[in-house]
């Protein structure tokens, strides 16, 4: 990994075999990033995508060992439980181009990985809503 910071921004590579979400994660924890917002496009593998089944109240997942682009990658930077939390989804494409989609669970990078961090000073974080079976997007 290699970064570079401006003013409330970061830019943030990836290289092959670091697996994206426990990386980046680690990477709030050490600038103390605890509100944002994070895009990212490059090359992925072993990707596991999700849908949240709200009828049952649990998340689908779905792996895709295979090789594919990181088309889209975007989402929000909270605090739960006191440590920075990346909600995000995903689409990826394979080889026959097809796009698969949904919530981001986890990947390592296949070739690269080219993340955009956008900081926020605002007291954001996330509390189970029980009658959804989520934990949602509180303001202090």
């Keep these: 990994m290699d970064w570079r910071q401006s003013d409330t921004d970061y830019v943030v590579r990836l290289d092959r075999g670091e697996e994206i979400m426990s990386t980046l994660t680690r990477f709030l ?6 509100a944002g917002s994070i895009i990212g496009i490059g090359a992925v593998e072993e990707t596991v995508l999700g849908y949240y089944d709200a009828r049952s109240g649990e998340y689908l997942r ?17 605090m739960v439980d006191g440590a920075p939390f990346i909600h995000a989804h995903a689409v990826i494409s394979d080889a026959s181009f097809q796009a698969l989609s949904g919530h981001f669970f986890s990947g390592v990078i296949a070739v690269t990985g080219e993340f955009q961090l956008r900081t926020s000073s605002l ?4 509390e189970l809503d029980s009658a959804i079976g989520l934990k949602l997007i509180r303001f202090g």
Excluded: W, Y
Aim: hydrophobic share 40%; aromatic share 8%; net charge negative.
């Design 29 to 34: 924890v050490e600038q103390d990033i605890r």
């Design 123 to 126: 007291d954001i974080h996330r």
């Design 62 to 78: 779905k792996p895709f060992p295979g090789e594919a682009e990181l088309v889209v990658f975007a989402g929000n930077i909270t």
